[in-house]
């Protein structure tokens, strides 16, 4: 395993994730699950993160590192661990605070992020509480997640912000070209997530697949209409490359994203050993520059293509009559509304509204269902 150091910590390269244990990725061997957590630890990383909205995943990683609780980085997140509305207030943070560190059992934590944006919260007020708990011990550093370029750009002016948590890899690239500038003018690391795609980059599916009920993965844009064509060609392409290394798929994907400007980790999110094992084999080897731009020369030729039949996907879901089965309606309007906001169709504060509107709809999705999914179409059509 490589480290790679920013602020003076020494990072491995590849982060485990434990977002698998809320069951985002259906159910889980809880004991594999721990197995794996220790292996990683054995073979040589020492950053581990979490979040307080990810079921009982705190005090699972705080059991599993306790006894070499010192060697490792403890990154876990703040704002929404109950309710679709996140919440950075201070008496917020300060409560959850305590809970984190009970849960995971461990008097600090070494990076403390902000999960999601609470827009009825001044930037100027977290910071102050984060710089509190930060002066009491509690925590150690403090980062970022899921925020607009404008609104990490307001925290890291205002702010000490150790590091940007964004979702990247080869077919999901925008962030990092939107966050990259910002990261380097203020010195504060890129934390990438989703490095193999949730899964698609690592070759094992074909075809659209179906997962099990509760899978994020069924709402997912990576697993539907040209997005998934799009991800296997990147795959292809990838693991082409790296098979001349004897690399997998996965191992070249984590390599493409360790290759990336501003990238202090790679988190990945296996839940067994053997996909741990495999993942952790593309540290400490590289793409060559030729190769890499072959790969971007390749991503740019299929963007044009894949980003218009995108278009035109969203604009047919708005204008065909939506599915009449609730659920397959609502996971339409979830592709158009992030669809059109990777696309730059419409503005990130313009949608929020209507995709907190759909977004609290997802446990009502029976026969009543229908009228309300229209009226989100519609507002999305005067929006888009
Ligand atoms: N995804 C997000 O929205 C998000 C947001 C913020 C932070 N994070 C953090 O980043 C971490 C990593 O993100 P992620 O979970 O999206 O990463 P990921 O590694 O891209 O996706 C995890 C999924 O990919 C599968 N997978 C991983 N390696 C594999 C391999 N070698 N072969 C076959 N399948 C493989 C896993 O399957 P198995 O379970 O079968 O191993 C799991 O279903 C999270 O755990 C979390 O801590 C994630």
Redesign the pocket.
């Known amino acids: 395993m490589l480290y790679r150091t920013h602020d003076g910590l020494d990072i491995s390269e590849i982060g485990i994730?434990?977002?698998?244990l809320s069951g985002a990725?259906g159910q889980?061997d809880l004991e594999a699950f721990k197995a794996m957590l220790r292996r990683a630890y054995e073979l040589g990383v020492n950053f581990f993160?979490?979040a307080d909205a990810y079921g009982d995943a705190e005090a699972i990683l705080g059991e599993v590192v306790n006894p070499f609780r010192e060697e490792v980085f403890i990154a876990t997140k703040v704002g929404v661990k109950d309710s679709t509305k996140p919440n950075l207030s201070t008496e917020y943070l300060q409560s959850s605070c305590e809970e984190s560190l009970r849960r995971l059992e461990t008097e600090y934590i070494d990076l403390y992020q902000i999960h999601f944006d609470d827009p009825e919260t001044s930037v100027k007020e977290t910071i102050a509480a984060l710089e509190d708990l930060a002066g009491q011990g509690k925590i150690r550093h403090y980062g970022l997640?899921h925020l607009s370029p404008p609104r990490v750009e307001d925290y890291l002016e205002q702010g000490t912000v150790f590091s940007v948590?964004l979702?990247l890899n080869a077919v999901a690239r925008e962030n990092h070209r939107d966050l990259l500038p910002l990261c380097q003018k203020y010195d504060a690391g890129m934390i990438a997530?989703?490095?193999?795609?949730?899964?698609l980059l690592?070759g094992?599916f074909q075809e659209v697949p179906t997962f099990e009920a509760g899978d994020i993965r069924n709402l997912d844009t990576f697993f539907q209409r040209e997005r998934f064509q799009y991800g296997l060609r990147v795959m292809e392409k990838l693991a082409e490359i790296g098979n001349r290394y004897g690399k997998t798929p996965?191992q070249a994907a984590i390599a493409w994203v360790l290759a990336q400007e501003g990238v202090i980790c790679a988190?990945?999110?296996?839940?067994?050993i053997p996909?741990l094992e495999?993942?952790l084999q593309a540290s400490g080897w590289r793409f060559t520059p030729q190769e890499l731009d072959e790969i971007n020369q390749f991503l740019e030729e299929k963007d044009e293509r894949y980003n218009q039949l995108a278009e035109d996907n969203v604009r047919e879901i708005l204008t065909e009559p939506l599915p009449a089965d609730p659920s397959s309606a609502f996971r339409d309007l979830i592709y158009v509304i992030e669809t059109s906001l990777r696309l730059g169709m419409v503005e990130e504060s313009e949608m929020m509204p209507t995709f907190y509107r759909l977004y609290g709809l997802r446990k009502e999705l029976d026969d009543q269902a229908g009228p309300k999914l229209s009226a989100i179409q519609g507002k999305l059509r005067d929006l888009i």
Not at 193 to 199: C, L, Q
């Open positions: 994730g434990c977002y698998a990725y889980k993160d979490t997640g948590l979702e997530f989703s490095v193999t795609g949730r899964g690592t094992k996965a988190l990945t999110g296996p839940s067994t996909h495999e993942n």
